[in-house]
């Protein structure tokens, strides 16, 4: 009985369906995951879904985490991924956002632009990790109020 209670819980908490790692509902879902991890505090996880393990944020963790230190609080919209871009053994897409920022001093920012992502192709000699959506760049202007 124990285990068929087990099973139901996790049948319960997976996901319905889960997109293929390499599909643009997963470059979506990266990004969603990446506010997430901000709303959560956890830095390293949000720091992680950056290319190069971190690197392509253009700071390093040190950097990144004080960056959020007067950030209350992240919500994201994403729109319809666009500029899909295949090289050789790259692939590259835009996701298009609208971010919401609440700070600890209670101001609020709205910001407008995108996220381009990157992957590796799979059977290329990539590690694994590399095969799936990383943040690679983001153009984010402040939105007009």
Known sequence: ????????????????????ATSNAAAVQVV???YAALNRGD???AYALWDQNGASSGKSYAAFAKGFAQTASTRVVT??????DAGMSQRWIDVPVDVYAKLKNGRQQHFRGSYT????VAGVGA???????????????????
């Open 32 to 34: 969603q995951s990446y």
């Open 79 to 84: 729109g319809t991924p666009t500029n899909p």
């Open 127 to 145: 590690p694994v990790s590399q095969q799936s959506w990383h943040l690679s760049s983001a153009k984010l202007t402040l939105a007009p109020r």
């Open 43 to 45: 830095y390293r996880t």
């Open 1 to 20: 009985m124990r285990n068929l209670i087990a099973i139901a819980a996790f049948a319960l908490a997976a996901p319905v369906s889960a997109a293929p």
């Open 117 to 120: 992502l990157h992957r590796v």
